[in-house]
């Protein structure tokens, strides 16, 4: 439901004027309800305020003041302020409409450009480059799939596209004919939306409506969770863009339904101990995600064991923890980015080694490669599954899991991304989306292809891939972390103790 302004003017969302120009005459944030009582900050699980803190900081973001709210500075987009609401105001919109005008203004920062598949140096084709060729012709045929009309579509997912590996697997065999997707979906708006870019993710919204029509699909599955989430929670309540008529769901749902009938077999039970990762985007639709997550894990035979935050409380994995680095007075360095990013993986990964689990079992694609990027940082003995490949493990498969091998392609990629900031002036220049597109991802440059290869080379060889050089590498992060821990501590309270003079 659309919500006239209040205490705000008219908002107006353009960027880069070619097509983007939303007039927001609503708000997400209902002022008219929130009383500024604080529970939503102090019940944060990332801020961690007094609720004294947590009255200040809810009442300087509704006045714009963004210097001095450690919200606009640390949200990680786990969406538990919300949750937490007496009132159902919105605290979480209230961070993403600051973030927007911060956008309007200053446009992105460079390293941005990482999570837009039209924009130079993005993620999918840097780590396309370092794929087998399996995994290439997957993501071709899933492209293709694209001018199929199909009533049932399996859709990839943003970041299933980067591991396209975990379809290859007999449990979905009746849905591959459907399997269809690529990068130019957008990530059904998921990303954009936690960047706070709410025209541009209308604008995705309305673009797939219009898409999943044409194509005649009343049934959809989502390998993402998250991306499921948006498109039956987020798009319509918040836009008022209707995606019923194709009744988007999760896979795990698919499969859980499949192990209850019996058409997927449990050939041995597992007998584990297993730890729930539930993500930012399960926490939509009354949590059923998360529920279906751990009945599946009961019915292949694992114990489940909980972490500290979980459920409505749970943390992020930290993929979103970069986005705060995005805003402010130092956003957009991607050392900066690249800490907060470390800790907020490390803060999660010490909750699910806490509980003395040895497999952490996530449903998020995203989830999957960054907890797997911490686990191989830290040389953590706790192994990231995702809950499909417990599954297959469970019917009788050996999953693939290339999980470890992809994260280190990612730090590859990333590696190009300082190396880029470091060495090319014009890399470090702010930049406006200047529109939305249906279309393959924009591939890189020979010289960042090349790049990417040598740094992947050397990450993948015996050079670092040994015992010694692994537990360095291991020390340094965790030192690391914990300076950049110290320092964010540091700036918390004299970020607090200002507010008293």
Sequence with gaps: MYLKLRSLSLLYFSIGGEGLGVDLGFRFFRDDLCNYCGLCFERCPVLQLSLEAAKWDIKAL???????SLAFQRCTTC???????????????????????????KGLPAIARFVFP???????????????EDELSLLHSWRENMNNPNKVMLLTGFYTNLMPYIAMTSLIGELKPAIA????????????????????SEEIGNMLRKKFSEMGIEKMYCFMGAEAMMLSDVLPNRFGIDFSFCNPEPLDYWILDKLNSGEIEVKRKLNMKVAVHDNCLSKYMGGRLQEVTRETMEHIGCEVVEMQHNRDLAL????GA??????????????RTLLYLLDSLYRRLQEMEATGARVVVVSCHACYIFLSLIKVLTNSKVDIYLSQELVQMAAGEIPLHRNEKRAWDIVAAFTDVLFRWLFIPRERKRFSLKSIKMEPILQLSPADAKRIRFFG???????????????????TVKGLINLYRSSLARKKRKLISSRMK
């Excluded at 039209?118 to 087998?132: D, K, Q």
């Excluded at 997707?181 to 541009?200: N, P, V």
């Design 62 to 68: 509704v006045r714009g003041d963004t210097d001095s």
């Design 79 to 105: 969406n538990t302020c919300d949750l937490i609401c007496p009132v159902q105001a919105n605290p979480y919109e209230l961070i993403l409409e600051r973030w927007n005008e911060e956008h309007q203004l």
């Design 118 to 132: 039209t924009e130079p140096g993005n993620i999918w084709a840097s780590i396309r480059v370092l794929m087998e």
């Design 181 to 200: 997707g690529f990068e130019g979906l957008w990530g059904c708006a998921g990303d954009t939306y936690k960047l706070g870019m709410i025209g541009a």
């Design 316 to 319: 992020c994995c930290g993929w």
């Design 322 to 335: 970069t986005i705060p680095t995005l805003h402010g007075s130092t956003s957009g360095n991607p050392l």
């Design 457 to 475: 080379k050397i990450y993948h060889s015996v050079v670092i891939q040994n015992p010694a050089m692994r537990g360095l590498i291991s020390i």
